[in-house]
């Protein structure tokens, strides 16, 4: 019984360690010190959906309805922009992704605004949020996750339209 529970718990510092050395190379480091009871929270949440699945656009469905609130900062997992969209069949929660995107893209999104959300459903702990891909209002789209489900960060673009990387060490 000791060895099962060492295994179970060496699994879960691997996956745990796997998964912060991502987020440590992808540049949000800070983030991570800043908050590490929630970023331990979403880490192991995002370990157990990943243990299981993997985003896949052939699972992809498209929700509509009116945002009856909007969160840029959500401090419930997973972390970043919420919506919540009120549906024909309920509410349903949207994690949207990085909400830096969303305002590079000039959309802005606000209770009682109309949208189309492109996505796939998952389960996040205890509960399920509907992860959005990509986000319509009206004739703008923004593309908030890659289609392998990564979420995408902002990108800086200079008048002359080339991609400027953001300067400091990585």
């Not at 000791?2 to 440590?24: F, S």
């Not at 200079?158 to 300067?167: H, R």
Request: zero cysteines.
């Amino acid at each position: 019984m000791k060895i099962d529970k060492w295994m179970g718990r060496a699994r879960e510092i691997a996956v745990g360690a796997a998964l912060v050395l991502g987020v440590l190379a992808s540049g949000m480091l800070g983030a991570v010190l800043s908050s590490d009871l929630l970023w331990g929270q979403q880490i192991q949440q995002i370990a157990e959906h990943r243990a299981g699945a993997t985003y896949d656009v052939a699972r992809e469905s498209v929700i509509s309805g009116k945002i009856v609130q909007y969160s840029s900062a959500s401090t419930t997992p997973p972390l970043g922009a919420h919506i919540s969209l009120q549906t024909g069949s309920g509410t349903i929660e949207v994690h949207a992704g990085n909400a830096k995107v969303i305002q590079a893209s000039n959309i802005s999104l606000q209770a009682g605004d109309s949208v189309s959300v492109t996505g796939e459903t998952v389960t996040f702990g205890n509960s399920t949020v509907f992860v959005a891909r990509v986000i319509q209002k009206g004739s703008q789209s923004v593309a908030v996750r890659s289609k392998n489900g990564v979420p995408l960060l902002p990108t800086a673009i200079n008048a002359n339209g080339k991609i400027v990387s953001p300067a400091g060490a990585r």
